[in-house]
């Protein structure tokens, strides 16, 4: 079946630090993926996705590429803010036929100045 | 604003009784998406709609589930005879058919004591 498997939290960093938040996935074919961003008391907003192998996503200073070879599609940043302090989720849409989301549990991020 | 809305915001219920959840979708899509999250937990996909066609059901949605979208706008979500494992935040999500990005609402919390 389709699952995404991300870095446990929490993930403490002070500002200016680089972020790697890992995820790996286990899909069949050519999923699409996602990160989705849930910041503290709001719903869950797309950051980034990639729809095909080695497309690299990108906002707000976040990246992440798709990596078929690796079924991987890690989120990095070179510089983080306190404002990125979040709860960071992987997702994946399998491809053809359902949209639905297939979601990784999320890793919090905390950053402090 | 437009984006997805849903109420209501919070709800707590005693073990047995029944409640219903409303979203409402951004107005031009056509798919509507119900998710449940639990603590810790990404969100798992439970049925989706395109426009008051119900598509795909999860495994997820007992028979004490039900989820209705009747003129293709808003939809509802009742569960009956309410137990303490549905105790959860519930997701709404909507989306433009063909397209994969899905924007969600702030969800409905739900704790059945």
């Known amino acids: 079946g389709n699952s995404v498997t991300q870095m446990e939290g929490p993930v403490t960093l002070s500002e200016e630090a680089f972020l790697t938040i890992n995820c790996t996935y286990t899909?069949?074919?050519?999923?699409?993926l996602f990160w989705y961003v849930q910041y503290p008391g709001e719903g869950l907003q797309l950051l980034l996705k990639a729809t095909k192998a080695d497309d690299k996503g990108s906002n707000k200073g976040f990246e992440a590429t798709y990596r078929k070879e690796t079924t991987s599609f890690h989120l990095e940043k070179g510089s983080v803010q306190v404002s990125d302090s979040a709860v960071y989720f992987c997702a994946l849409s399998p491809q053809g036929g359902s949209e639905k989301l297939v979601f990784g549990k999320g890793t919090k991020l905390t950053v402090n100045p | 604003d437009t984006g997805v809305s849903q109420d209501p915001r919070h709800k707590i219920t005693k073990r047995g009784q029944n409640v219903t959840f409303r979203c409402d979708p951004i107005s031009e899509h056509n798919r509507l998406y119900w998710y449940r999250q639990t603590l810790g937990q990404g969100p798992e996909f439970l049925t989706y709609f395109q426009n008051e066609a119900q598509l795909e059901k999860s495994r997820l949605l007992s028979d004490r589930f039900s989820a209705e979208r009747p003129k293709g706008s808003f939809s509802t979500l009742e569960i009956q005879r309410t137990e303490q494992g549905d105790s959860a935040m519930y997701l709404c999500a909507s989306s433009l058919a063909q397209h994969n990005e899905q924007f969600f609402g702030p969800g409905t919390r739900l704790t059945v004591l």
């Open positions: 899909a069949t074919g050519y999923p699409s």
